[in-house]
């Protein structure tokens, strides 16, 4: 079956971007133009298999939105990428404490979003 | 596709350019608000972040610079000044010249770039004399950690790894097993877990990761190909990568390091520990472990490093002068002679079991541990790795997609799985068939898979695995799938269907096995020659093998054959009905169970029992092969794995393991179904090999198990 991969990022032209590159792989994907509305989302969803998050979004930002997620019984194990400029670390260890499995360094190419995808989510 | 991206990238970053000009000019009447400095700080770093996403690198490396100042005046390290604002402007007017210039922009925005980054750099410069200030350098470092490693010389190495992933590493959703997947994909791998850890049920907390692993890596990847595979769990693992030795090292020994060693290597013991165990002449292992000098886990461990190290030196023997040739009839009449052997060692046995001397028992089972090390011994001669085939078919692939003007790869995997050298040769035309029709029907024209939005060049990937006695070889292509109303529609004409048949989507694929069948509107040079599937269906019969199909429309076709490694010996389950006896392949034995009549229950005809919470059919043996005589009060069901499903078979006494040594049936039996072959017993009676698959496809088609059973025993 398919994979499915929520994305979460306020800009639309990294959301289109990286759910055609998934798409195109056979990945089934979702998208939120935020934390608090992929936060709504989560619960109405089923069998996420991974979810990828931009760090710095209005509204509810992404370090926030993975703690919440992992209060979520549902998604307590589920994969977790955040996505980041950030190439200090800083982002990268608030993101792991928060709960996440790993990071996206942008910009990316396709084969390093893919190459990534598969060794947290298959 | 890209440019629809570069569109919105670009609209955003106009929003934000807007929102920036605002924030500057908002801050110049408010200097060092917090609140606006980060929004600042936010809109610069979002473009940068994106830029370089969609080819706007001279952007990124732009934005990156005032990003950089930003922080700095953010975090207070750098003072705000009104030149500062003005400055700010300036670049963020900039950005918006680089936008619409697109990739190119003309040598006079470049020399205005330089004239800003010197600018901004002049101002950090001039800031930080007030701290001190060693101007921060940007440190991209781990940034690229995951992009490919340069090959370290493609030199294989052996590396001996110890993880020990920390506790809380499933809590982030980290998959380890996938991890260690991972890493076996660089390079020859053995992994040793350790168990020792994990306490008992009640005190065991199930969200914790207890288990840690030793690993043996032969790889031509560098070290950091090897820890990159644990890059986002690094921080909170254990993770300790040291190089054994070179390969090429490794095959100047005479042998491969001792027990002893490789302890000693790893620190755990000390050399005069060892000396002193070696003087007791037990194995060191057992000494050690019982001196509690060291765990029985961290033994095994360096016994499973020991062992691969043996097999990468073997490796590199095989690969290197120290090989024969021998012609391949020499080697069949030593399987045959082999075969032999066996059988009158069953004879042995039992003859010996009837006679009860301790002597003759004792030859008799040395005899038995001789023959079966000189069977494994002579069948792993004849394994071949199947890879030497697959070069073949990368040059059928580009040769085909030339001519059929398509525009194809061939992808392999597994080319190491050893296979039976008969079955090898035997599989080659099948499997060109198979990917000829894969290019033929499958794979699109250029122009087609554009327009379906799928890369130009398709692909088919070839993969061998080993699964159990059996391997299976599989042959998946990203086309369009099967046409299934096509093929139902060919079918009608050629008659294989009648008219009004409403069939599942799965029988529909099975049609293009049916003899005479071909969908291809024009006869291409390629299919079409008059070989169709049928034909490649017989032959991966003929080897005891099997066709599984699986299509999607749009998305490709993958077929896969599982046939048995080898073809001469097989382990069998010796079961008896009335007098005669039968063999079932140990391959596909799930289970077997005791029922009694009154279990059975009868549902619309079909007789199904209840094996672990399921419901299977099955049928008895001696209503299916008119064996004399009435069954016992009792009797044994044989649960088997046929093809995608599981079926019972109720026979009178199951007897035991059996090694049988397959003889064929001959040409006058060639169209019995059910059958596979036969075999001669220990005393010198016959017993008939069970084809599983067959006959549970034959008993699907008739569950009464009754009628219609001479047609599907006879299939002529």
């Given at each position: 079956m398919a994979k499915r991969i929520l994305i979460i990022d306020d800009s639309a032209a990294i959301r289109q971007s990286i759910t055609y590159i998934l798409n195109q792989e056979g990945y089934e994907t979702i998208e939120a133009k935020d934390g608090q509305e992929a936060l709504d989302m989560l619960p109405t969803l089923d069998a996420i298999d991974l979810i990828i998050t931009d760090v710095n979004m209005p509204n509810l930002d992404g370090i926030s939105f993975i703690r919440k997620a992992r209060e979520l019984v549902k998604y307590r194990f589920t994969p977790i990428l955040v996505l980041t400029t950030e190439s200090q670390g800083t982002k990268m260890n608030e993101g792991k404490e928060a709960g996440a499995t790993g990071w996206i360094v942008k910009p990316f190419s396709a084969d390093k979003l893919l190459g990534i995808v598969r060794k947290v989510a298959e | 596709m890209i440019d629809g991206f570069k569109e919105t990238f670009r609209e955003e970053a106009e929003e934000l350019l807007s929102g920036l000009e605002g924030i500057l000019l908002e801050l110049e009447t408010k200097p060092g608000d917090p609140e606006l400095l980060n929004a600042a700080f936010r809109a610069v770093h979002t473009i940068k972040g994106s830029a370089g996403m969609f080819g706007f690198e001279a952007i990124g490396r732009f934005a990156h610079d005032l990003e950089n100042i930003m922080d700095r005046i953010r975090s207070g390290s750098l003072s705000m000044t009104k030149d500062f604002a003005d400055l700010a402007l300036s670049c963020r007017d900039h950005i918006r010249t680089l936008l619409a210039a697109d990739e190119d922009p003309g040598p006079a925005i470049q020399e205005r770039t330089g004239q800003l980054v010197e600018a901004l750099r002049a101002y950090a410069a001039k800031g930080s004399r007030a701290d001190g200030?060693?101007?921060?350098?940007?440190?991209?470092?781990?940034?690229?950690?995951?992009?490919?490693?340069?090959?370290?010389?493609?030199e294989e190495t052996v590396w001996r790894l110890s993880f020990k992933p920390g506790q809380g590493v499933f809590r982030s959703g980290t998959k380890v097993l996938r991890l260690l997947e991972e890493l076996s994909e660089l390079g020859d791998c053995a992994c040793f877990p350790h168990t020792e850890n994990i306490p008992e049920l009640e005190k065991l907390d199930p969200e914790a990761c207890l288990t840690s692993w030793d690993a043996i890596i032969a790889s031509g990847k560098g070290p950091d190909a090897i820890k990159d595979v644990f890059i986002f769990i690094e921080s909170e693992s254990e993770i300790a990568l040291e190089k054994i030795e070179e390969a090429a090292i490794l095959q100047e020994r005479e042998e491969p390091k001792k027990l002893g060693e490789i302890l000693l290597d790893r620190g755990i013991v000390t050399r005069a520990a060892i000396d002193e165990a070696l003087r007791s002449q037990r194995r060191l292992g057992e000494v050690l472990i019982e001196k509690k000098l060291v765990s029985k886990e961290q033994v095994e461990s360096a016994l499973v490093e020991q062992e691969h190290l043996k097999r990468v030196q073997e490796r590199q023997v095989d690969t290197g002068a120290a090989s024969i040739r021998v012609a391949s009839e020499k080697l069949d009449q030593l399987v045959d002679l082999v075969g032999e052997l066996v059988t009158l060692q069953a004879r042995l046995s039992q003859t010996a079991l009837g006679i009860q001397d301790p002597g003759l028992t004792g030859i008799s089972e040395m005899f038995d541990r001789l023959i079966s090390q000189l069977r494994d011994n002579t069948m792993s001669i004849r394994m071949l790795p199947i890879g030497s085939t697959f070069n073949k078919f990368r040059r059928v692939v580009r040769d085909l997609s030339l001519e059929l003007g398509k525009d194809a790869e061939l992808a392999t995997e597994g080319a190491e799985t050893e296979l039976d050298k008969t079955v090898i040769e035997k599989l080659g035309d099948p499997l060109v068939h198979i990917i000829r029709n894969s290019l033929d029907h499958g794979i699109e024209r250029p122009a087609d898979r554009l327009a379906a939005g799928k890369p130009r060049s398709g692909t088919i990937r070839l993969s061998a695995m080993h699964s159990g006695a059996y391997v299976l070889i599989q042959v998946a292509d990203d086309g369009a799938g099967l046409d299934r109303a096509a093929i139902k529609a060919k079918a009608l004409e050629r008659g294989i269907i009648s008219p009004g048949a409403d069939l599942p989507d799965q029988e529909i694929d099975q049609l293009?096995?049916?003899?005479?069948?071909?969908?291809?509107?024009t006869v291409t040079k390629v299919s079409g020659r008059g070989v169709g599937m049928d034909v490649v269906k017989r032959e991966i019969d003929s080897l005891g093998g099997t066709v599984l199909l699986k299509s999607e429309r749009g998305h490709g076709t993958t077929m896969t054959l599982k046939i048995p490694l080898t073809l001469a010996i097989i382990e069998g389950l010796l079961v008896k009905v009335a007098d005669e006896f039968y063999v079932v392949p140990l391959s596909s034995v799930d289970g077997c169970i005791e029922i009694r009549s009154d279990e059975v229950v009868e549902r619309d005809g079909k007789r199904i029992i209840t094996y672990r919470g399921e419901l299977l059919p099955f049928v008895p043996l001696r209503t299916w092969f008119d064996s004399p005589g009435e069954a016992p009060a009792i009797s044994q069901i044989v649960i088997v794995n046929a093809l995608d499903s599981r079926i019972g078979f109720v026979v009178d006494q199951v007897i035991g393991d059996y090694q049988t040594v397959v003889k064929p049936l001959g040409r006058l039996y060639r169209n019995v179904r059910g059958l596979s072959g036969a075999t001669i017993l220990g005393d010198g009676t016959v017993a008939l090999i069970l084809d599983v698959n067959r006959l549970s496809q034959a008993v699907k088609r008739d569950s009464t198990g009754r009628a219609g059973r001479d047609e599907a025993l006879l299939d002529a």
């Open positions: - | 200030g060693e101007s921060e350098a940007p440190s991209e470092g781990r940034a690229d950690a995951l992009t490919d490693n340069p090959d370290a010389g493609g293009i096995f049916a003899p005479g069948f071909s969908t291809a509107k």
